[in-house]
């Protein structure tokens, strides 16, 4: 090739050899392959292809037949050099016709440039798509509304797996509809102008059906050849709803019926709502950078708010009742929940004070301590005040000092004027008893109704009992006109007297009940001394106590268990379990006469227990026979509480019979409850947490702070079934239903009434609002056995009635 057309191959720049395909041998090499391998134009006639390329023998065949049949005329290769040095080729090859013979030509230029930079861009490409994949936000890019790309977060926001199942798929399937004219406007932009698009909110579909909101930001983009979208979208949804939040609770803060007062960490008044305006007169801007202490009625002193700061910056939170000046100058009582508010790094930033108008509460506490404490029909105390003056005034005696007495008067007959005469004139003679009783004895004594026909007196200032007792009893002997009959209400007393530390209230109490009960058995209208003839009953209660230790110990006590019902739908909720003594001298006998004794004795934390164990077992059977009896109620003993690690036990007895915690309430009385202040909150707060129910248990025979008992985790009050039995012809009893079920009510209370005995009752209870009772009306106690059947019954009428 060294003349005419061959100067083409001898003078060109580009390195050009001319192979045999069959064998691959070398036939020709131009200067510039002399210069380009290093070898020279002989010795590389000498040589096979594949003494240059690095590929193997079967490769180079395979790549030569290619570039003959023409199916392939560009390749990059490796070519070894003379000096032994590797060059990235670039080899274009193709048949032509030399001196008849069928030769592959090749033009070889040094890629190695070309390949560095193919290599570059390989490598910030894959950076690049590293970039993209791991970015937070979902980028997909779409052409004509397709998808071409996305990455894995598309998948993600979107709910997929993989992220390849989009592409080819419809954007707009995955767009809100009511974005939809949005998104296609805002291509429709992009493509005319050939500029990006600014931020915009829009919601996007789930797989699941659900909302996400997204920011999306969009750019014009080639992929692959054709116009497209580049689009990166960021979930806002969490931001949205913190938005939202942030506008509820704005809501929350001016229209909550609490006053609520924001300081800063100086204590100056940086926000107040519309609430703290109603209730204390001051509108905002009143108040704005002024401390709270403006408000400060002057009726709790320094040292009191010293010891409010000092609780609120050991703890950050303090909780009491102040009294507070309006800015029309009057006092009202607050209950205030003050809150100290730090930053992320644990400095004081703010003061939340939230208020709440405790003057209705106030008032309705002095109504209804009135009705705890006083006997609505005379105006007298009652038997609550009467034990409470009685404990003060034994706390007194010392050595034969200060000696107390106590008469107890029973009225003879009264049930036979009741009877005759109908339950007013008995009320008449109840009054007419009490003015009596007010006249013959000076202010130094107290005089108290402490039954339906019973008075008491406490005798003090050293008075002799005797005299004083048959004042009483002449008096009372007197007739008296009503509705013009004339009547005769006699009267026994009985006297009882402690002149040694040590005596309680009730037996006392009960020694003088002793002695009248023994004067009506004398005839009446006598006076009675308490005497050791009269003390047998004391012995017979320590004879029991041993007994009851020894039954207890035995399992001789038996649960039976009575029906609660909802007065509405007539429908059993619940049982409450009473314990019975099957005694094997005196027979079956009733709580009354051995939970006394137990309480007593120390013996009521296991008696407690055995019950509570029983009843459990029992709701266990019950449950797995497929019987819904609502939830078993067991009363608790304060005693008990105060003893043993309640908690501790229930939380036992719970696991052992694997009893669901929303099958168990657990009832207190409210004289234990509110006796204990914080500690019974604090248990009860710790039984609300093993998820069982509670339950405040003879309602309305004791007195509770209305302020204390709306903080208290209490989810029924039981009416007791004293105001329920007289609900029909007690006025005060009525007065006290109503007053307990309204209570109830507003603070989220349930009320069940026990002791309802008669329709009329029922009938009378549901128009005030209560909504569960129990009682002989629906069915009494009943051993476990007959459970099942009391309920079909009970259930039945429901459905019949």
């Not at 999306?216 to 990166?232: F, K, Q």
Request: proline share 3%; charged share 25%.
């Amino acid at each position: 090739m060294s003349n005419g057309p061959g100067s083409v191959f001898e003078n060109n720049y580009s390195v050009m050899l001319l192979l045999d395909p069959s064998d691959g041998r070398i036939v020709d090499a131009n200067p510039a392959a002399e210069r380009f391998y290093g070898w020279s134009r002989e010795t590389l006639r000498s040589m096979r292809i594949s003494e240059i390329n690095l590929l193997d023998d079967a490769e180079i065949r395979r790549r030569m037949d290619e570039a003959r049949q023409a199916r392939r005329n560009s390749f990059l290769f490796r070519h070894r050099t003379a000096d032994g040095s590797v060059r990235d080729v670039q080899v274009n090859s193709g048949l032509i016709d030399h001196d008849g013979r069928k030769l592959l030509y090749s033009i070889i230029q040094d890629a190695g440039e070309y390949l560095a930079t193919l290599r570059a861009l390989e490598k910030s490409e894959h950076k690049f798509q590293q970039v993209i994949e791991t970015a937070p936000d979902a980028i997909f890019i779409h052409c004509d509304l397709t998808f071409g790309y996305a990455n894995h977060q598309t998948a993600r926001l979107l709910g997929l797996d993989n992220e390849k199942s989009l592409i080819g798929q419809p954007v707009l399937d995955y767009v809100h509809p009511e974005f939809r004219d949005l998104a296609r406007s805002r291509i429709s932009q992009m493509t005319d102008t050939g500029d990006g698009a600014p931020p915009v909110e829009v919601d996007m579909l789930h797989a699941d059906g659900s909302i996400i909101h997204v920011e999306v930001s969009s750019v014009p983009i080639e992929h692959e050849g054709r116009e497209g979208i580049l689009v990166i979208a960021r979930d806002i949804t969490l931001r949205r709803k913190g938005i939202q939040r942030l506008r509820l609770s704005a809501t929350v803060f001016e229209n909550t019926g609490e006053g609520i007062i924001i300081t800063d960490h100086e204590s100056r008044i940086v926000g107040v709502n519309r609430a703290f305006s109603r209730i204390t007169g001051y509108a905002e801007q009143d108040v704005l950078g002024q401390n709270p202490n403006l408000l400060q009625s002057g009726r709790q002193g320094r040292s009191f708010y010293r010891r409010m700061w000092k609780t609120l910056q050991e703890r950050g939170r303090w909780q009491g009742e102040l009294w507070n000046r309006r800015k029309d100058g009057s006092i009202y009582p607050q209950l205030t929940r003050i809150n100290a508010v730090s930053d992320e790094q644990g400095a004081l930033t703010h003061y939340v004070a939230v208020i709440t108008d405790l003057s209705e509460l106030h008032s309705s506490q002095r109504k209804i301590e009135r009705l705890y404490y006083h006997d609505l029909l005379t105006g007298l105390p009652n038997r609550v005040m009467f034990l409470d003056r009685l404990k003060a005034a034994l706390g007194r005696v010392s050595g034969g000092r200060n000696p107390v007495h106590v008469l107890h008067i029973d009225l003879d007959g009264f049930k036979h004027i009741n009877e005759s005469l109908g339950l007013q004139a008995g009320d008449q003679v109840l009054q007419e008893t009490a003015r009596r009783l007010q006249g013959v004895l000076s202010s130094h004594h107290l005089v108290a109704r402490i039954g339906a026909d019973e008075f008491a007196v406490l005798i003090g200032g050293g008075a002799p009992p005797e005299a004083m007792a048959e004042s009483v009893r002449s008096a009372l002997a007197e007739p008296i006109s009503i509705n013009n009959r004339v009547l005769f209400a006699t009267a026994s007393v009985g006297i009882a007297a402690c002149t040694q530390a040590g005596s309680d209230p009730e037996t006392l109490l009960q020694q003088s009940d002793a002695a009248s009960h023994q004067a009506q058995s004398d005839g009446g209208n006598l006076v009675r001394h308490y005497n050791e003839e009269l003390g047998q009953y004391a012995r017979d209660r320590v004879l029991l106590a041993a007994q009851l230790r020894q039954a207890i110990e035995d399992r001789e006590l038996i649960v039976h268990y009575q029906p609660q019902v909802d007065l509405e739908t007539g429908q059993v909720v619940g049982l409450e379990a009473l314990v019975r003594w099957l005694h094997p001298d005196l027979g079956l006998l009733s709580p009354e006469r051995f939970i006394p004794i137990a309480e007593d004795t120390g013996l009521i934390t296991d008696l407690g227990e055995l019950v509570l164990d029983t009843a459990c077992g029992q709701a266990r059977a019950w449950l797995d026979a497929g019987i819904d009896f609502g939830r078993i109620s067991v009363n608790v003993s304060g005693i008990q509480v105060q003893r043993s690690d309640l908690q501790g036990t229930v939380e036992r007895i719970l696991f052992e019979h694997d009893l669901p915690a929303r099958h168990l309430e657990l009832e207190l009385t409210e004289s234990f409850i509110m006796g204990t202040g914080e500690s019974a909150a604090e248990l009860l707060g710790g039984l609300k947490q093993l998820g069982l129910c509670i339950a405040m248990d003879d309602f309305g025979t004791g007195y509770s702070s209305l302020a204390y008992l709306k903080e208290l985790p209490v989810d029924t009050l039981k009416i007791d079934q004293s105001f329920t039995r007289s609900l029909e012809n007690n006025q005060r009893d009525a007065a006290i239903c109503q007053a307990i079920v309204a209570l109830s009510q507003a603070l989220g209370f349930r009320t069940l009434a026990e002791g309802v005995e008669t329709r009329a009752q029922r009938e009378r209870l549901q128009s005030i609002g209560c909504r569960f009772g129990q009682g002989f009306l629906f069915d009494r106690a009943v051993p476990p056995e007959r459970v099942p059947a009391v309920i079909e019954s009970i259930n039945a009428r429901r459905t019949t009635a």
